[in-house]
């Protein structure tokens, strides 16, 4: 079997364990704050299955959405249709990014730009939403340092999770290999369906997550051209960063 990345069973776990509206550590309320005052189109880049879109757009704000995954898209064009929602939702990675529209505001919640796992991709990445961004418009997006588990071959653990049609799904995770110097780790995540005791669907997920220096991201986006860049602590904005167990939140305006 070959490996998905957002495939059908990663989409309805994603579903159940990021449910619209919820916010993790008070990003949804974050973001929405900071956004409030735009009178332009936003972008959410990685937009998943519309956990932090939709309350966007039902506080009154233009965002349109983009994902790699037709998987991720399919439910979230769901969820907006049955909010009576009108979304501009587009497929395509952010390395060949190529919209009609420049964008007020970019963001990427979730840790979400953690993703890219190369580098050269992830700043090839950054220059293309730059370039959509409106001179003066604002790229907000989150990151996090991963645990200390980094040990190679440990079983992450098996997680269960209950669908509402009575169906089970099963995953198992796996680190596989970690690389301190290049600061990347994978895993391998098996996914099972199981209906009334039988196995009926599985798939393979390759997880990859590549991670930043504090100051390093913030001379990252220097280097593209950005300005202004100010890094929050905990979604509370112009708090200075203390440890590794924070969540940072980058601020950069396009010149």
């Known amino acids: ?14 579903d159940l364990t990021k449910q619209i509206g919820q916010s993790f550590g008070g990003d949804i309320e974050y973001y929405r704050d900071r ?25 009154g704000l233009q965002v349109d ?29 952010l390395q060949e990014l190529s919209l009609p529209d420049k964008y007020e505001a970019i963001i990427i919640p979730g840790g979400s730009f953690l993703l890219i796992e190369k580098r050269e991709e992830s700043l090839n990445a950054l220059k293309h939403l730059y370039h959509h961004l409106q001179p ?9 340092l991963p645990d200390n ?18 169906d089970i799904i099963t995953m198992e995770s796996n680190l596989v290999e970690a ?15 199981w209906r009334n005791g039988t196995l009926i669907q599985t798939e393979l997920q390759r997880f990859a997550l590549r991670w930043y220096g504090v100051e390093e ?11 202004d860049v100010v890094v929050s602590a905990d979604f509370e904005y112009g708090k200075a960063p203390t440890n590794g167990m924070q969540k940072f939140v980058y601020e950069a305006i396009r010149k």
């Open 1 to 14: 079997m070959s490996f998905s990345y957002y495939g059908e069973l990663c989409t309805e776990v994603y």
């Open 35 to 59: 956004l409030k005052l735009c009178k332009g189109r936003i972008l959410e880049a990685m937009v998943g299955s519309g956990r932090v879109i939709i309350p966007l757009l039902e506080s």
């Open 65 to 93: 959405g983009i994902d790699y995954s037709p998987e991720m898209l399919a439910s979230c064009r769901q969820r907006c249709e049955e909010r009576n929602l009108a979304v501009n939702l587009y497929e395509s990675n």
């Open 136 to 144: 003066g418009g604002r790229l907000i997006l989150d990151l996090f």
């Open 149 to 166: 588990s980094f040990e190679c071959g440990r079983l992450g653990g098996t997680s269960t999770f209950n669908l509402p049609n009575g």
């Open 179 to 193: 690389d301190l110097y290049n600061q990347y780790k994978v895993s391998y995540l098996k996914y099972e369906k």
């Open 217 to 227: 991201f913030k001379l990252v986006l220097e280097s593209i051209g950005f300005s």
